[in-house]
């Protein structure tokens, strides 16, 4: 099966598969780079989609934020395997430390915790939100060369509350994301 896109999602409490239009498909990857992999390789190979398309929430390194943001650039910001290489890098690796989507303008920093104090590399690095799967799709993505788009809600500032945030806003964002799907996406 060919579809145009594909969307991956963590959770179906982020996104409802039913609110979608007819004819998109939507993967649920679990939580973490791990499950995000997975269900990318798995989303190719079922869908040989012509882009993907991520949407979840992440937090805010810059409290500023809000609201639905597009993403495009993602960093590893849980790598760490210093002196061997600086962190966000793997290190005897010749993959990129970064990878870049089609569009938007915010940077996300992706690891396999969840954000709930500040740290000051993230914010060295410009990072402007953190999540826990987009690293593992854009780089499969980059892989087999589908182009792909990224949009995140922000549900909580990264800290200390950031769980409760989370818990209360994680599907918030869904309404503004179908928007989007449906303006940018979505063929008339």
Not at 82 to 102: D, I, K, M, N
Request: charged share 20%.
């Amino acid at each position: 099966m060919t579809s145009e896109i594909v969307i991956i999602t963590a959770l179906d409490s982020e996104l409802d598969k039913n609110s979608l239009p007819s004819g998109i498909d939507i993967i649920y990857s679990g939580i973490g780079k791990i499950n995000a992999a997975i269900a990318t390789l798995n989303a190719i190979h079922e869908f040989n989609p012509k882009y993907i398309v991520n949407f979840g929430t992440v937090g805010a390194v810059k409290p500023s934020l809000r609201g639905l943001i597009q993403i495009k650039t993602v960093l590893q910001r849980d790598m760490y395997a210093e002196p061997l290489a600086p962190r966000g890098q793997t290190p005897f690796c010749s993959r990129p430390a970064t990878y870049h989507s089609v569009g938007g303008e915010y940077i996300c920093g992706s690891g396999d915790s969840f954000v709930t104090h500040k740290d000051p590399w993230l914010e060295k690095q410009n990072v402007d939100v953190v999540d826990m799967e987009l690293f593992a799709i854009a780089a499969i993505a980059h892989e087999r060369q589908i182009p792909w788009y990224s949009f995140k809600y922000i549900t909580d500032d990264a800290n200390e509350s950031s769980g409760s945030d989370w818990s209360e806003a994680v599907n918030h964002g869904e309404r503004l994301f179908l928007d989007v799907l449906k303006t940018n996406f979505l063929k008339e």
